[in-house]
């Protein structure tokens, strides 16, 4: 089976603008999550969707918005960058949302905000 | 609320020698635990979970790990390390749908 796919890799954008990031989950995955890696942050949550619906949200501004799609592809929306918006994005699928399932990553897009 | 620590930002090991990664975590009710590897310039991969029952768990590459419920711990140990077992570990804990990281461990095996 494929893995977690993510497009683009890198992106560069400049403070203000908005950015996409997409993220293809294994053939059969329903559940998809977003995380952010940051060298002082760690990994955080940044949302979790499943059948097309926000399941869970992080403590990320409003700025930061997702959704899914009936493929259960998925999209993470950044409005107004930010210089601390740069990060490595991980984008996660499993089989269903509930606790017990583990996750398979794809290889993140780097974003840099300049 | 749900927390994961990971108290060592470093472990060093002598190949063949045994490890152990430490992991505490802090959850209301039953915990779903999971640890990952990431491989530089990789993303991370899944190596074994705590769901429920045997208290010893063991994943991929010889891993094992160890739930401990009284003390809260989920410790990933292996009886022998390997150079190329050098990477950064996450300790990961979920529940009600949310999944928290610790903030990771470098592990570096030298020959």
């Known amino acids: 089976k494929a893995g977690v796919t993510q497009t683009p890799r890198y992106l560069i954008k400049t403070r203000g603008q908005q950015v996409t990031l997409s993220c293809s989950p294994i053939?059969?995955?329903?559940?998809v999550s977003w995380y952010q890696q940051t060298p002082g942050q760690g990994l955080q949550f940044l949302f979790e969707?499943?059948?097309?619906?926000?399941?869970n949200k992080g403590n990320f501004p409003g700025r930061f918005s997702g959704r899914q799609f009936s493929n259960s592809r998925s999209e993470m929306n950044v409005s107004t960058l930010e210089l601390g918006d740069s990060a490595l994005y991980l984008c996660?699928?499993?089989?269903?949302?509930?606790?017990?399932?583990?996750?398979?990553f794809g290889p993140g897009t780097r974003l840099t905000v300049t | 609320a749900q927390s994961v620590a990971q108290p060592e930002d470093q472990v060093n090991v002598a190949e063949g020698n045994p490890l152990t990664v430490k992991c505490t975590y802090s959850v209301s009710g039953n915990p779903y635990l999971f640890w990952y590897v990431q491989y530089p310039n990789r993303g991370l991969q899944f190596l074994l979970k705590y769901i429920t029952g045997d208290n010893l768990v063991k994943g991929s590459y010889g891993f094992e790990a160890e739930f401990n419920k009284s003390q809260t711990s989920f410790h990933l140990k292996k009886p022998s390390a390997l150079v190329s077992d050098s990477a950064l570990y996450f300790c990961?804990?979920?529940?009600?749908?949310?999944?928290?990281f610790g903030d990771g461990t470098t592990l570096t095996v030298k020959p």
């Open positions: 996660a699928s499993s089989l269903s949302p509930t606790n017990a399932y583990e996750q398979y």
């Open positions: 053939s059969g995955h329903r559940s």
């Open positions: 990961a804990l979920t529940n009600a749908g949310k999944s928290t």
């Open positions: 969707y499943f059948s097309e619906t926000q399941r």
